[in-house]
Structure formats: structure tokens, C-alpha cells
């Protein structure tokens, strides 16, 4: 065996050996130095995510292991924007984690988290099915176990149970489709399954592609596989939450491109396009609809980022350079605006307990920072101008327009108006924080933890400064058009 393929994986490898070095210190450290394995884990995990920047992007284009696993730009920079992420997520976390009640599996949160991400990398390199499985249930299965880590909480322990089940359906679901797939290619190698189906078996061929679109719904939370979303985002520790909401969507979201494009390109038109088409509307329209519903803040979230998850689905059904470009742009966007509002919550959280939005009337009159930065996470949100998630949707409203099908301007043309809905929802939770009046705040004036403060802050400048910084998006367009035998080889047949 050739073990110079596995430096092909240097972002991998970094994870893996980045995982036992966080293991060892878990071990055999002092528990009385609470805090030193939160630090440890968070500058480690940054040099990590600097190292994926700094390594050349143009040497990064290889395959390995007969071309099941597969790295170039885009795979690169998708990976270094989960990673950006994960960093905000676990600089979050650290006031959480170096709480008592983290004490006895502090180490446990920080592994799961990361061999979950680790998963996120298979998944993104696959260029096989059998290897995009183990990425996929890597990814999914340590997710269960975090989300239970709360054991005092009833609600956790019934969020965790429903994500397990869902996990375990969606995977039966998405493998039973993969049957399909191998029933009529012969092969489980992406570039080769769409030369080797045979267009005339049109039945199987959209059981195949339907099932394999159920079973990514599921892990995307697209509607009509999205009813387990809201109670996990609620029962599991906001922590884990805001990482389910950003990172795990935004590796599946990039892994459903490469696999409807590759696989599935050359029957986009006749079997998938439309799928595609109805599950986007239904999507966008639910999400926005249910979200106007909401009073407690983490089931808020969860119908929005639902709503959002159709709108990264333009993206997919652009199918084009562009379309990759302004997925990943917005899933960059997506995860500072996110988390921006997943932090606030959390502050107040760790402080007093409160998730509901009425508890956050005149936020603003004792915690103006922490109702300031909800604020700006809000209308990053909605796409008002000029915050980065303005132009993370019109970018991606572009890309969708980019074929020129009149579908699809039609498509667009609902996004747009379920836009102009969500707009509604998102500024009650600003209406509540700055016009709503009571005579005593239910949350009072209290200092977040450093670390928290930090996180917001990182996520602000994010929301502010993407959008005018434009070669974010140049760059993540000119990644798109690197190596493009890795994203869009079906179509090239």
C-alpha cells in the first residue's frame, strides 16, 4: 500500500491527530485545572484553521485511494469555512464547558464535536459512495450523543432520541436509494454512475434519485423532512444546537450539490429538477410560516434556518459554477449571522435561563450590546441591506437565474416573496429588544463571559464586513472553476 495517499489528507490528518492530542490531555491531566482543556482545544483547533489557509490551495488538487477520496480549491475552502465555524462555536462554549456541570465529560463535548467534523471532511471528499457513508455516519451518529449531553433535562433526552431515529431513517432511506443507484450503474463512483445508468430505465432511476433526495432532506432539514428540527434545535444544549444549525448544514448542503450535479447531472431536466423545485417552495413557504409561530427563541431559529435551507437549495438548483460559488458564500454568511444569534442567546441563557422572546422586551435597556448584536444577526438574516446576508441572497438569487428557464424565474420570483414574510418575524424579536416597554426587564444588566464576547464580536465584523469585502466572493467563484472534473464531471459527459 502507498501510504504517501494519505497526504493528500493534510486537512484530515491535521483533525485526526488534533483529536488524540485533545484526548491524551483530557486523560492524563489535573481535574483541577478545569479550564486548561477549553483553552487547549480552542488555540490547537486555531492553528488548524489558519493551516488550511495558509497551505497552497493549488496543490492541494489530488485524488487518492483509486479516487474515492478527492481534494482541490473547493473542497479546500468549503472545509476552511466549517472550520471558521467551529471555531466561533467552540470559542462560544467555552463558558459552558468550564461550567461544574461539565466537569466529568468536558473532554467527551470536545472529541464528539471533532471526529463529527472530521466526518464533515469525508463527506465533502468523497468521491464514493461507500466513503461518503462512513463520512455521513460519522458525522451523524456522535451528534446523538450531543445532543443528550444534557441528562438532567428531560427535553434533551427526547431531542436526542428523535435525532437518533431520524438519523438512523434518513440513512436507511438515502442507502436504500443508493441500491437503486447500484442496481442500474454497476458502480458506486460518482463520475462513473451517470455514464454507466441507462436513461430508459426511468422508473428505478427516479425511485433512485428520490430516495436519495429524501434522505439528504432529512440531514438538510428540507420540508417534508423537517418535523424533528424544532424539537431537537429546543431540547439539546444551545451549544450544540448552533452547531447543528451552521456546521452540519452547511457540510450537508455542499455534499447534496456534488452529489445531484456529479451523479445525477445529466438527468437534471427530465428526473431531479423538479423535485428539487417543489421541495424548495415548500421549504422556504413552511419554514417562514411556522417560524411567524414561534415565542421560544431556539424553535424560532430552527424554522428559520429551515426557511434558509431552501433558499442554499437556489444554489443546487442552479447547477453551475456560479450556483457552488454562492452556496458556499452563503453558507459562509449563514454561519456568522447564525451564530451571532445563537451567542446571545446563549449569554442570556448561561445568566438566566431564558429562551422565550418575550423575556427579551427592552433588551435593549439593560443589555444594549448583546441587543445590538441580536439586531444586526436578524437583519443579516432577512437580507436587509447593506448586512452580508443582503448580498448572500442576492448572489444566490443570481445564481438561480443563471440558466435562464422561466421555471425558474418563477422560482425566484416566490423566493423573493417569502423574503418580504420572513422580514415580519425576524423584527419582532428586534421589536421586542428596542420598542417593546415594561415597567421591570425581565433580563437584567449582567457582563457575558469573555470568551462570549469575543465570539459575538468576531461574528458582527462578519456580518458587516462580508458583504463589502468582495473578494470573499471572487475567491470562493474562482475555487468554484478549479478543477471542475471534481464537481461537474457528469456534466462535461
Given at each position: 500500500m502507498d501510504y504517501s495517499q494519505f497526504l493528500v489528507m493534510h486537512q484530515e490528518i491535521g483533525l485526526l491527530v488534533l483529536i488524540l492530542l485533545v484526548f491524551l490531555f483530557d486523560t492524563f491531566s489535573s481535574r483541577q485545572a478545569p479550564r486548561g482543556l477549553s483553552m487547549f482545544t480552542v488555540c490547537l483547533f486555531a492553528l488548524v484553521t489558519i493551516g488550511g489557509f495558509v497551505y497552497p490551495w493549488d496543490a492541494t488538487s489530488a485524488t487518492a485511494f483509486g479516487g474515492m477520496y478527492a481534494t482541490s480549491p473547493v473542497m479546500t475552502a468549503i472545509k476552511n469555512i466549517l472550520n471558521i465555524g467551529a471555531l466561533i462555536v467552540l470559542v462560544q462554549a467555552?463558558?459552558?464547558?468550564?461550567?461544574?456541570?461539565?466537569?466529568?465529560?468536558?473532554?467527551e463535548f470536545y472529541e464528539l464535536l471533532l471526529i463529527t467534523l472530521f466526518g464533515m471532511y469525508l463527506m465533502i471528499s468523497a468521491r464514493h459512495?461507500?466513503?461518503?457513508?462512513?463520512?455521513?455516519?460519522?458525522?451523524?451518529?456522535?451528534?446523538?450523543?450531543?445532543?443528550?449531553?444534557?441528562?438532567?433535562?428531560?427535553?434533551?433526552?427526547e431531542a436526542a432520541i428523535k435525532y437518533l431515529l431520524t438519523a438512523v431513517f434518513s440513512s436507511a432511506i438515502f442507502m436504500m436509494g443508493l441500491s437503486f443507484v447500484y442496481a442500474l450503474s454497476g458502480t458506486l463512483y460518482f463520475a462513473d454512475i451517470a455514464a454507466s445508468i441507462n436513461p430508459q430505465n426511468s422508473l428505478m432511476l427516479l425511485l433512485a434519485i428520490a430516495f436519495v433526495i429524501a434522505g439528504m432532506g432529512f440531514k438538510l432539514s428540507l420540508v417534508p423532512f423537517h418535523l424533528w428540527t424544532a424539537d431537537v434545535y429546543q431540547g439539546a444544549p444551545t451549544t450544540i444546537t448552533s452547531y447543528?444549525?451552521?456546521?452540519?448544514?452547511?457540510?450537508?448542503?455542499?455534499?447534496?450539490?456534488?452529489?445531484?450535479?456529479?451523479?445525477?447531472?445529466?438527468?437534471?431536466?427530465?428526473?431531479?429538477?423538479?423535485?428539487l423545485y417543489a421541495l424548495i417552495i415548500l421549504t422556504i413557504t413552511v419554514g417562514n410560516l411556522f417560524a411567524l409561530r414561534q415565542?421560544?427563541?431556539?424553535?424560532?431559529?430552527?424554522?428559520?434556518?429551515?426557511?434558509q435551507a431552501g433558499y442554499i437549495m437556489l444554489g443546487v438548483m442552479a447547477a453551475t459554477t456560479q450556483g457552488l460559488g454562492s452556496l458556499m458564500y452563503y453558507i459562509l454568511v449563514y454561519i456568522f449571522s447564525n451564530l451571532a444569534a445563537f451567542g446571545v442567546i446563549q449569554a442570556i441563557e448561561n445568566k438566566t435561563g431564558k429562551v422565550?422572546?418575550?423575556?427579551y422586551n427592552n433588551l435593549y435597556s439593560t443589555n444594549p450590546k448583546l441587543a445590538f448584536t441580536m439586531m444586526l444577526a436578524m437583519f443579516s438574516l432577512a437580507g436587509i441591506p447593506p448586512f452580508a446576508g443582503f448580498f448572500s441572497k442576492f448572489f444566490i438569487f443570481a445564481a438561480a437565474t443563471e440558466p435562464g428557464t422561466p421555471a425558474l424565474y418563477v422560482l425566484v420570483l416566490i423566493a423573493l416573496i417569502n423574503t418580504i414574510i420572513s422580514l415580519y418575524y425576524y423584527l419582532l424579536v428586534v421589536k421586542a429588544m428596542f420598542i417593546n416597554n415594561q415597567e421591570a426587564c425581565v433580563i437584567p444588566a449582567f457582563r457575558s463571559a469573555g470568551s462570549e464576547r469575543l465570539a459575538m464580536t468576531v461574528c458582527v465584523a462578519g456580518i458587516i464586513l462580508i458583504g463589502i469585502v468582495s473578494c470573499i466572493y471572487n475567491g470562493l467563484i474562482n475555487a468554484s472553476v478549479m478543477n471542475p472534473e471534481y464537481i461537474f464531471a457528469s456534466f462535461a459527459n
Open positions: 467555552m463558558q459552558w464547558a468550564d461550567s461544574e456541570f461539565m466537569k466529568v465529560r468536558r473532554g459512495f461507500l466513503l461518503f457513508i462512513i463520512g455521513l455516519e460519522t458525522a451523524s451518529l456522535p451528534l446523538a450523543a450531543l445532543v443528550a449531553f444534557d441528562k438532567q433535562r428531560y427535553e434533551s433526552h447543528l444549525s451552521v456546521i452540519s448544514k452547511g457540510a450537508a448542503a455542499f455534499s447534496f450539490f456534488v452529489i445531484m450535479v456529479q451523479v445525477f447531472g445529466p438527468f437534471y431536466g427530465k428526473a431531479w429538477e423538479w423535485m415565542k421560544n427563541l431556539k424553535r424560532f431559529l430552527a424554522f428559520s434556518s429551515i426557511s422565550d422572546m418575550d423575556s
